[in-house]
Nanobody, 122 residues
């Protein structure tokens, strides 16, 4: 499966952004989807994951209550709704896919898309 994240840009603190992860090349609803981010030279950080059918979602504590993961298997697309953005949310955001369980580690995912940059200004 090939993934493409989109929807990033320059926003102000307190704004909301909806990121999309479009998939092609394989059966999208066979894959769990995860969202991660990487700020500068920091390690890639887990944000959220959703099971293949959308019935289960897990979040990092740092974004719980502000970010919401969802998916529309009819559109082969997953989403990350980010609300009340903070300057420290500035990062490149990546989506990833895996045919097994919806994990929380980078190594749990076999397929990665190119990231989309979100810059939050104060």
């Amino acid at each position: 499966v090939q993934l493409q994240a989109s929807g990033g840009g320059l926003v102000q603190a307190g704004d909301s952004v909806l990121l999309s992860c479009s998939a092609s090349g394989d059966t999208f609803d066979s894959y769990a989807i995860g969202w991660f981010r990487q700020a500068g030279e920091n390690e890639r950080e887990f944000l959220a994951t959703i099971s293949w059918g959308g019935g289960r979602a897990d979040y990092a504590e740092s974004v719980k209550g502000r970010f919401t993961i969802s998916r529309d298997n009819t559109k082969n697309t997953a989403y990350l709704q980010m609300n009340n953005l903070k300057v420290e949310d500035t990062a490149v955001y990546y989506c990833a896919a895996d045919m097994l369980d919806a994990g929380v580690e980078v190594g749990d995912y076999d397929h990665w898309g190119q990231g989309t940059l979100v810059t939050v200004s104060s």
